[in-house]
């Protein structure tokens, strides 16, 4: 596609449910990442996936948390037994190579927890 | 603990004028710098980035200034139009680091009155 798409753009979520948030990448863009950005906060590095390689998931904040990219495209965060504080923007990213100016971002999830 | 800091969450200027915003950054490692303009309901898009190498990278309006030993930058904008009007984020990288992950501010939101 032409951007990078994400859905839901909103969602709401009762507490203690699972979701999932879909991320469609660039097509051929290798190298694709996830963000939140929570109220009054900046944007906080959550997982990268690069090519086959095996995922960095440093910054995933939970086991609640958790990320699959099938097939070098499509990714797919989950967040399961959701609380509160998960209420954030969730945004992907990709780039056709490793490197922060050629990073294209979707316009987000808005994840609500009720 | 924050490693990069916009220590200003808004700024107002008049059109025409010059917009100056500004961010530090606490891990020596980082080594690029990134600036991203995001407007509402949208995801961040690229404006303007520096290589440690440098001092001054300037693209039409946008220049972004870097002062290593006191691990500072800055964006000017000028002149300001209503246009710019939107959340700047600062963001780093340690280019050594592999996976390219950046490193936010918690952005600073920029109103050019006409």
């Known amino acids: 596609g032409a951007g990078v798409s994400q859905s839901p753009s909103n969602k709401v979520t009762e507490k203690g449910k699972d979701v999932e948030l879909r991320c469609d990448p660039i097509s051929g863009h290798t190298a694709l990442y996830w963000y939140r950005q929570s109220l009054g906060q900046g944007l906080e590095f959550l997982i990268y996936?690069?090519?086959?390689?095996?995922?960095?998931k440093s910054g995933l904040p939970s086991d609640r948390f958790s990320a699959e990219r099938t097939g070098g495209s499509v990714s797919t965060l989950t967040i399961q037994r959701t609380q509160q504080e998960d209420s954030a923007v969730y945004l992907c990213?990709?780039?056709?190579?490793?490197?922060?100016?050629?990073?294209?971002f979707g316009s987000g999830t808005r994840l609500t927890v009720v | 603990d924050q490693q990069v800091k916009q220590n200003s969450p808004s700024l107002s200027v008049q059109e025409g004028r010059i917009s100056i915003l500004n961010c530090d950054y606490t891990?020596?490692?980082?080594?690029?710098f990134l600036w991203y303009k995001k407007y509402p309901a949208e995801g961040p898009t690229f404006l303007i980035s520096i290589s440690s190498i440098k001092d001054k990278n300037e693209d039409g309006r946008f220049t972004v200034f870097l002062n290593k030993s006191a691990k500072h930058l800055s964006l000017h904008i000028v002149p300001s139009q209503p246009g710019d009007s939107a959340v700047y984020f600062c963001a780093a990288t340690d280019s050594g680091a592999g996976s390219y992950q950046l490193t936010f501010g918690k952005g600073t939101k920029l109103s050019v009155i006409p």
């Open positions: 891990n020596s490692m980082f080594d690029y």
């Open positions: 990213a990709s780039s056709q190579y490793r490197g922060g100016h050629g990073y294209t």
């Open positions: 996936f690069q090519g086959n390689s095996a995922p960095d």
